[in-house]
Nanobody, 122 residues
Framework: QVQLVESGGGLVQAGGSLRLSCAAS????????MAWFRQAPGKQRELVAA???????NYADSVKGRFTISRDNTKNTVYLQMNSLKPDDIAVYYC????????????????WGQGTQVTVSS
């Protein structure tokens, strides 16, 4: 089993920034590609960004140029730096592992964090 714990969500004004963190523990050797998803009220969960252990990345078009995914393999932690936040970014953000990044996106694995709320005031 892999446990994922997110942190860093909160309330920010439009145009502001937040950095989310996701710390993995447990069967770490099985954690390769990791990703951030988000789910807004009344909408399906969608991929935000994904990253391989080697640092290759994939982003949703809606966040390209504003969000940056990174990871520290020594700390088993993945980050999501979110800049120029908009009200459209309001959602619960989830960390995922156990899946795989491919040229067209990322297929989610079975490990999910509990989610962290991001709210942007206009």
């Amino acid at each position: 089993q892999v446990q994922l714990v997110e942190s860093g969500g909160g309330l920010v004004q439009a145009g502001g920034s937040l950095r989310l963190s996701c710390a993995a523990s447990g069967r770490i050797f099985s954690v390769n590609d990791m990703a951030w998803f988000r789910q807004a009220p009344g909408k399906q969960r969608e991929l935000v960004a994904a990253i391989t252990r080697g640092g290759s990345t994939n982003y949703a078009d809606s966040v390209k140029g504003r969000f940056t995914i990174s990871r520290d393999n020594t700390k088993n932690t993945v980050y999501l730096q979110m800049n120029s936040l908009k009200p459209d970014d309001i959602a619960v953000y989830y960390c995922n592992s156990g899946g795989g990044l491919y040229s067209g996106g990322y297929y989610p694995g079975r490990y999910w964090g509990q989610g962290t709320q991001v709210t942007v005031s206009s």
